[in-house]
Nanobody, 120 residues
Framework: QVQLVESGGGLVQAGGSLRLSCAAS????????MGWYRQAPGKQRELAAL???????NYGDSVKGRFTISRDSAKKAVYLQMNSLKPEDTAVYYC??????????????WGQGTQVTVSS
């Protein structure tokens, strides 16, 4: 059983910074990708950022240039440094980890979410 536990959310003023952390525990495979998704009230969940096992990153258009994702493979952890925060970044942020078996079976894991609120 894999568990992802997020931390680091909170309330910050516009222009400020926050750093989210996500640590995996349990029977942990070597995840193919780890990342962060977010969901604002009344909106669909969207990609914030993800990083592959080899370090390739992908960002949502709205966070490019402001957010940076990093990964500690030894600790099975992923981080999201969020700078120049805007009120529209307010959302619940979810950690995600994906593992593909050699047979092509996908396992998708999610954290419980952490609230980020940016005040104007």
């Amino acid at each position: 059983q894999v568990q992802l536990v997020e931390s680091g959310g909170g309330l910050v003023q516009a222009g400020g910074s926050l750093r989210l952390s996500c640590a995996a525990s349990g029977s942990i495979p070597s995840f193919n990708t780890m990342g962060w998704y977010r969901q604002a009230p009344g909106k669909q969940r969207e990609l914030a950022a993800l990083i592959t096992r080899s370090g390739i990153t992908n960002y949502g258009d709205s966070v490019k240039g402001r957010f940076t994702i990093s990964r500690d493979s030894a600790k099975k952890a992923v981080y999201l440094q969020m700078n120049s925060l805007k009120p529209e970044d307010t959302a619940v942020y979810y950690c995600n980890a994906v593992f593909w078996t050699v047979a092509g079976v996908k396992s998708d894991y999610w954290g419980q979410g952490t609230q980020v609120t940016v005040s104007s």
